[in-house]
């Protein structure tokens, strides 16, 4: 890493770091059904990579495991700087 004071303070700052198991879009009417027990079902298959995201944007995908009794995520592919800009383009283009 580049040695700059900039650079040295910018590295400090803390970002969120989340993990998306999945997503999906369900009708208000139907969440206010929901009782404990409730079952929710998504499209994503359960062998497919969770998405990794930075502040809310996604830079990579993982596996979950457990690591001393924690949940924990194995990083398997980190997004190109290019990419995310092209997929986030895409994404505004469809609203």
């Not at 700059?4 to 208000?28: C, D, K, M, Q, Y």
């Not at 969770?50 to 995520?73: H, K, M, N, T």
């Amino acid at each position: 890493m580049d040695s700059t004071p900039a650079l040295s303070a910018i590295a400090r700052v803390p970002v969120t770091v989340s993990v998306v198991l999945a997503e999906t879009e369900i009708p208000v009417d139907a969440i206010l059904e929901w009782k404990p027990g409730a079952t929710i079902a998504f499209p994503q298959r359960v062998d497919e990579p969770l998405v990794i995201e930075v502040d809310g944007r996604p830079v990579g995908g993982g596996s979950a495991l457990l690591r001393d009794r924690q949940l924990g995520v194995r990083v398997d592919t980190l997004r190109r700087r290019e990419e995310s800009k092209r997929r986030r383009r895409a994404r505004e283009g469809e609203r």
